[in-house]
Structure formats: structure tokens, C-alpha cells
Nanobody, 126 residues
Framework: QVQLVESGGGLVQAGDSLRLSCTTS????????MGWFRQAPGKEREFVAS????????YYADAVKGRFTISRDNAKNTEYLQMNSLKPEDTAVYFC???????????????????WGQGTQVTVSS
């Protein structure tokens, strides 16, 4: 049974930092492309960041580039999203996602991922 479990969300003030974690079980983590998405109330789920199985290649949405950093530890079956300089517009439920699909281009569409975590709430107050 494949499971993705996020943690690390919370309520912070604008300018603060948070680190999200996502631990995967039930499949070989080192073979997976991993991603982070977010969904704000009344909005569609949107791409945040992705990372290749080796961790060498990362890709970011323009809205978070320079503030967020995606990383992974294959020995711990865990990916991370370090979020710095948080803004109120970053408020959303954050989801991690995985896929074994090989791709030379960044995987930025939700439909390209086959397993998802349950989500963790991030709220940034002004």
C-alpha cells in the first residue's frame, strides 16, 4: 500500500519560514519523481515545485522561485519543501505527490502524478 504523509504545516506570520516534509512508503522512493502542489480556498490545485529521483533536477513555479527550496533524502524516503519569506498569498493546503514516470521535462501538471498525500495546511498572516 502506497502512502504519502505530509507534516510541518502551521500558522505563521508574513516573512517567517516553514519546512514541510513528506514521507513515502510502499514504493521505491529513489525511483520517484516528487512534487509539491497547493490549493487555496476556491482555487484550483497549482504546481509549486518538483524534484527528480536523484535530486539533481528541481523546478519551481514563478510565484515561489527564490523563496522555496525542494529537496529529498532518499535514505529516509522523504522529500522536503523549505519555505522562506512566506507571504499571505502562500496560504493554502500543501500536497506532496509522486510518480514513477520518467520525463525529461519538469512534471508540473497534477494529472502526471499518481499518488498524493492528504495535505497539510499552511496559513500565513499579514
Amino acid at each position: 500500500q502506497v502512502q504519502l504523509v505530509e507534516s510541518g504545516g502551521g500558522l505563521v506570520q508574513a516573512g517567517d519560514s516553514l519546512r514541510l516534509s513528506c514521507t513515502t512508503s510502499g514504493r521505491t522512493f529513489a525511483n520517484l519523481n516528487m512534487g509539491w502542489f497547493r490549493q487555496a480556498p476556491g482555487k484550483e490545485r497549482e504546481f509549486v515545485a518538483s524534484i527528480s529521483p536523484s535530486g539533481i533536477t528541481t523546478y519551481y513555479a514563478d510565484a515561489v522561485k527564490g523563496r522555496f527550496t525542494i529537496s529529498r533524502d532518499n535514505a529516509k524516503n522523504t522529500e522536503y519543501l523549505q519555505m522562506n519569506s512566506l507571504k499571505p498569498e502562500d496560504t493554502a493546503v500543501y500536497f506532496c505527490a509522486s510518480t514513477p514516470t520518467y520525463s525529461r521535462r519538469p512534471l508540473v501538471r497534477a494529472a502526471e502524478y499518481d499518488y498524493w498525500g492528504q495535505g497539510t495546511q499552511v496559513t500565513v498572516s499579514s
